[in-house]
């Protein structure tokens, strides 16, 4: 039997590896991978080097999409064909959302010419979980936190919003939006709805 592709997607604070740690932790996925992008990789690692200062924007897409490509190539691939589930937290919807914001001097459509670039070798989600928050309650969440990336911007997170909910308008069958400005609780239920009715199918 072939695996299952699920993705957690949203803008940086709204919620993702708090919900990563409690599926984890979730009796119903013991036998699940998990996984996330960037990678721990050494491709991964380039990639938090090339965030973490001021590298040109379309080199930054490039390891990105390189980091996906070993990804897939050495996890998701194998992991799938063995039957298994996998969740990844950030995946190729990632890169559409926030490099399509980061490139939109630099080219015409940017999010569409990064689709088309993974187009042929990515690996479709079977579900995508959208956790949708205001940017400005999303950074005084990642302010509380500590660190920070140079995405997290207010005028940039509400950019790279906006791309994520066109891509949900898009593909309505593969999104599943969440409303993360709630309780823990009732986040949850809703993530273990949406995933139980894809493995179920
Ligand atoms: N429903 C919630 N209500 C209040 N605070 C929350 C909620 N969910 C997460 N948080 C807090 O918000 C902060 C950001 O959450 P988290 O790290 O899970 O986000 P993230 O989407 O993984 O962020 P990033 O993409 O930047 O890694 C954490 O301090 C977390 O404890
Ligand atoms: C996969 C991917 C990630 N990003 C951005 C999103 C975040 O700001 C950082 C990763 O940091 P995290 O807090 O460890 O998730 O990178 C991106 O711009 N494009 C991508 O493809």
């Known amino acids: 039997m072939k695996g299952k592709l699920i993705t957690l997607e949203g ?16 009796p119903s996925f013991a036998n699940a991978v998990f996984t996330r992008e960037p990678t721990t990789s050494w491709i991964g690692d380039a990639v938090y ?48 959302a926030y490099q399509g914001m980061t490139l939109k001097e630099r080219m015409e459509e940017p999010m569409e010419w990064i689709q088309m670039i993974h187009r042929g070798w990515t690996i479709i989600p079977d ?21 920070q990336t140079k995405f997290e911007k207010i005028d940039l997170l509400k950019g790279v919003r906006e791309n994520y909910l066109k891509l949900a308008e898009k593909e309505p069958e593969r999104f599943v939006v969440i409303d993360t400005d709630r309780k823990l609780k009732e986040i949850e239920k809703d993530v273990l709805q949406a995933i139980t009715s894809i493995i179920e199918n």
């Open 11 to 26: 803008i940086d604070g709204s919620g993702k590896s708090t919900i990563t740690s409690f599926l984890n932790s979730h």
């Open 127 to 147: 579900l995508t979980l959208l956790f949708d928050i205001d940017p400005a309650v999303a950074v005084q969440r990642c302010s509380k936190r500590g660190e």
């Open 49 to 96: 080097k090339a965030i973490q200062s001021d590298t040109d924007e379309l080199a930054e897409l490039m390891l990105f999409t390189a980091d996906h490509a070993d990804h897939i190539a050495t996890l998701i691939r194998p992991a799938i064909e063995e039957g298994k589930i996998v969740i990844s937290d950030r995946y190729s919807d990632s890169r559409y």
